[in-house]
């Protein structure tokens, strides 16, 4: 009997694809559209990992300007509008990834994405970029009612793509993503290039890669084995 396939899961923002650019560009918009400064890209970034509500709070505190509930919710639709009307503009995947899976493609790893993106979002982006078909599976964190760094949320992933747990290794830029894989027993490759606060150093990832070059077959199976 064969084992079943090697499973690797990728978060999307800040580690599959690079879409910081359209985010910024959504909340700047609807900044905008009630007369606020647009915010330093730099500082964006961080914001980036949490859903779309959350980037509007931190935008918001960060501006010093008063919100309430009704106010995020509004914004939050405009936001959702214009995003997704522009989800692709200047997204794209980092670079050396799209070898990377090529190569652990040809070695037996097949791949999914876990995103706390909502799923729809994930599906167009990806389609958009004509990635769709490398996935087994797209999981957003409104799949299964839990997102990151819930254990449901990933395990539910694996589910999803007829993976196991003992053959998976999850793949993030944040905190989420780390502590969603501890909390599911899987290792976890942590990307240093990615939007989190905190850098992936402190976050403690079982292998860390500063570019796509590193995620070699050779690399993903050695961490399998090591943590079986």
């Not at 008063?66 to 670079?95: G, H, T």
């Not at 999981?139 to 395990?155: C, E, N, Q, R, Y």
């Not at 290794?169 to 939007?195: H, K, L, N, Q």
Request: glycine share 8%.
């Amino acid at each position: 009997m064969t084992n079943p396939q090697k499973l690797m899961l990728f978060d999307l923002d800040g580690t599959l694809i690079d879409t910081a650019a359209d985010l910024i560009a959504a909340l700047d918009a609807c900044l905008a559209k009630r007369g606020h400064l647009q915010s330093d890209p730099d500082t964006a970034r961080s914001w980036i990992g949490h859903g779309a509500r959350h980037m509007i709070r931190n935008a918001l505190v960060h501006h010093r300007i008063a919100f309430d509930d009704p106010m995020i919710e509004a914004m939050y639709r405009d936001f959702l509008n214009y995003y997704q009307a522009n989800i692709s503009r200047f997204s794209k995947p980092f670079p050396g990834l799209l070898h990377a899976l090529d190569q652990l493609q040809a070695a037996g790893w097949m791949f999914a994405v876990c995103s706390n993106k909502q799923e729809l979002l994930c599906r167009q982006l990806l389609e958009e970029l004509d990635m769709s078909n490398l996935f087994a599976t797209v999981s957003g964190g409104d799949t299964f009612g839990v997102s990151k760094p819930d254990a449901g949320h990933i395990l539910g992933t694996i589910d999803a793509a007829s993976g196991q747990r003992e053959r998976s290794i999850m793949v993030g830029d944040a905190s989420t993503d780390v502590d969603g894989a501890r909390a599911a027993c899987i290792p976890v490759i942590g990307v240093t290039f990615g939007y989190t606060p905190v850098p992936m150093h402190d976050l403690g990832p079982d292998i860390m890669l500063n570019d796509y070059a590193g995620l070699t077959p050779e690399i993903a199976d050695g961490l399998l084995r090591a943590t079986v």
